[in-house]
Structure formats: C-alpha cells, structure tokens
C-alpha cells in the first residue's frame, strides 16, 4: 500500500512521530477542493498538513450551515511558517 493510498497526512504523523494533539487550526475554508490546494501547498514546503470537516458535507456536498467548512491543521511548532506560506500564495 502506498501512503497516497491511506492519506498523505497520515503517513507524515506517523513518520514523524507527531500525535494528532500536537496539531492546531491555522485555517478555516469553504468546500474541501480550496483545502486540499492549501494542504497541497503546504506539504509540497515539508509541512505535514490534516483537514477536519463534517462527513455530512464531504458525502453529500452540502456547503450549507457550516456543513462545507474544512479546518487546516499543522503542527503548533510550524504555526507561523504555514501561516506565511498561505499569506504569500495568497
């Protein structure tokens, strides 16, 4: 099995020894398309990358009530490079 096909996101915590406590949001999107090009991005500059959203609207493709809103999370050490990171790609 490769990591792509288990996530990406996973294969980094786990490789680097990083629990999932230790990752903050440092943003909050509309729709998981606009997430995955920032976590893309991101990972793409070595910072490991999870998303949190509702499973409601990630099958249904509701965006209504919050139900689109995907949380970007990365560890709470790299906070402000990723913050950087999405300013500058901004």
């Known amino acids: 099995m490769t990591p792509g096909e288990w996530g990406i996101s996973i294969a980094i915590v786990v490789d680097m020894g990083i629990s ?3 990752f903050v949001v440092i943003d909050k999107v509309q729709g998981e398309l606009t997430a995955n090009i920032i976590k893309s991005h991101l990972e793409s500059e070595g910072i490991p990358v999870l998303l949190q959203y509702e499973s409601a609207g990630a099958i249904f493709g509701l965006t209504l009530d919050g139900l689109g809103e995907v949380r970007v999370l990365v560890p709470q050490d790299l906070v402000e490079e990723a913050k ?3 300013k500058l790609s901004e």
């Open 84 to 86: 950087h990171i999405i």
């Open 20 to 22: 999932n406590s230790d």
